[in-house]
């Protein structure tokens, strides 16, 4: 098949970066031919994407003009847009005809905020976008991440026009129970939605973690305030166990947690340690005894989750989103209420406190994602996806022609209208 990615970056940068480089490298090295239509260059591993990605367009000047152009030159079977927000290309994109799946990474295509929750208040919003949305959120004005002035105008309509037009594609992909309910808040059709959960893959079977008496608290992520890493710092507060906890990862939110820790009398035993590569995490799973997920914004998935459960290590987080679809509580994990301090410092003191129970989660949560979440099994199940959609829309374009032949011979309509649909 030829697959055409829409991507709005190019190159490495955070987890949809990552999840399209993946999928694109896997359907590849199957003999599936994958081009991708772009936005700006991220400047991390684009050499990398380039060898993924054997034909590249980039989206300058017209973006409509450069959509419908990469959809000439390449012809693809299928197109798998990823983030994009540029309702220019996904118009000419719906107009096309081409059989059109969507990976829903976030919350960015029905929420103005793009994160369904409130900054001031850090309420869970669970409402369906309307007009509530510009009026009773505010959410006309958000939070500008492009750099210049720190606010942006949203507009209402742009964002019910990109819903509408987002609901006219073939299958709308999502990673969890949580994320397909949001879009059936929405007014998705049902039959277009599929889960797929962006899968890891399989961690270093010889690596399991000593649970030593350092009793190693782990939190590895983005320090972002949706992330809650302040809320973590005031729930370690509670904490009656000695331990030491690692902070990896950076973001705006890292000084204010910072100056935090210390008024919480935590700088001993909180240690930030910034952003380090991938491979370097393994160190730390070696004597981690419980990975603490913090998100009080309403996580997707959180695949740093299905990633350290790889693992055997147990995870306590706040029920947030769609983490409930991969943390029982007590069985991998603790899941507690959300933004509950005490209940989560309870969950940290249960595992450090007993480390039998620790292990025992921690095989249960490695069992539970070997058996639910199989990357090799993850990606035929996008194939087989494509595949479909292909064959549907080519099936009902062939229909199509049929019934304008029938009326042709009856003089209904003339020669020339009999094309392929698009």
Same mark, same amino acid.
């Given at each position: 098949?030829?697959?055409?990615?829409?991507?709005e970056r190019f190159g490495a940068l955070a987890g949809a970066e990552a999840n399209a480089f993946i999928t694109a490298e896997q359907l590849g090295q199957r003999g599936h031919d994958i081009a991708i239509l772009h936005g700006p260059g991220t400047g991390k591993n684009?050499?990398?994407?380039?060898?993924?990605?054997?034909? =590249?367009?980039?989206?300058?000047?017209?973006?409509?003009?450069?959509?419908?152009?990469?959809?000439?030159?390449? $012809?693809?079977?299928?197109?798998?847009?990823?983030?994009?927000?540029?309702?220019?290309?996904?118009?000419?994109?719906?107009?096309?005809?081409?059989?059109?799946?969507?990976?829903?990474?976030?919350h960015d295509i029905y929420c103005m905020r793009s994160y369904k929750y409130d900054? &001031?208040?850090?309420?869970?919003?669970?409402?369906?976008?309307?007009?509530?949305?510009?009026?009773?959120?505010?959410?006309?004005?958000?939070k500008n991440n492009g750099g210049g002035f720190p606010l942006k105008y949203v507009s209402y309509r742009e964002k019910k026009r990109?819903?509408?037009?987002?609901?006219?594609?073939?299958?709308?992909?999502v990673v969890t129970e949580y994320m397909r309910d949001e879009l059936l808040?929405?007014?998705?059709?049902?039959?277009?939605?599929?889960?797929?959960a962006p899968v890891p893959r399989m961690g270093d079977p010889t690596l399991r973690s000593s649970f030593s008496d350092r009793n190693l608290i782990l939190y590895a992520g983005q320090i972002i305030r949706g992330k809650g890493v302040d809320v973590l710092l005031e729930s370690l507060a509670k904490v009656k166990s000695n331990f030491e906890c690692i902070i990896l990862g950076d973001g705006n939110h890292k000084a204010y947690c910072e100056e935090l820790s210390r008024k919480l009398g935590l700088a001993d035993r909180v240690h930030?340690?910034? &952003?380090?590569?991938?491979?370097?995490? $393994?160190?730390?799973y070696r004597e981690c005894s419980v990975v603490a997920l913090s998100s009080v914004w309403p996580e997707p998935i959180a695949t740093i989750g299905l990633e350290v459960m790889r693992y055997a290590l147990p995870v306590v987080a706040f029920?947030?989103?769609?983490?409930?679809?991969?943390?029982?509580?007590?069985?991998n994990g603790h899941l507690v209420p959300w933004m509950d301090r005490a209940a989560f410092a309870a969950g940290i003191d249960d595992l450090l406190q007993n480390k039998a129970k620790a292990r025992e989660l921690g095989q249960n949560g490695l069992k539970l994602v070997s058996e639910r979440y199989d990357f090799e099994g993850y990606i035929s199940d996008l194939e087989l996806m494509f595949q479909q959609v292909a064959v549907a829309r080519l099936s009902k374009a062939e229909i199509e022609v049929s019934r304008l032949k029938k009326k042709?011979?009856?003089?209904?309509?003339? =020669?020339?209208?009999?094309?392929?649909p698009q």
């Open positions: 098949m030829k697959l055409l990615y829409v991507h684009e050499d990398g994407w380039r060898k993924v990605f054997k034909q =590249q367009f980039a989206l300058e000047g017209d973006t409509a003009a450069r959509t419908r152009a990469a959809l000439a030159a390449f $012809k693809p079977d299928a197109v798998y847009v990823h983030k994009m927000a540029d309702l220019k290309v996904i118009q000419a994109l719906v107009d096309s005809g081409t059989p059109l799946v969507r990976m829903v990474h976030d900054y &001031f208040t850090r309420k869970i919003c669970t409402r369906a976008a309307s007009l509530y949305c510009a009026i009773g959120c505010g959410a006309c004005v958000v990109e819903i509408a037009l987002n609901r006219r594609f073939d299958r709308m992909v808040n929405n007014g998705f059709d049902a039959k277009r939605i599929e889960i797929h930030f340690k910034g &952003f380090i590569p991938q491979e370097e995490l $393994k160190a730390y029920d947030a989103g769609g983490i409930k679809d991969w943390l029982i509580d007590g069985h042709a011979k009856h003089g209904e309509v003339d =020669q020339e209208t009999l094309v392929l």
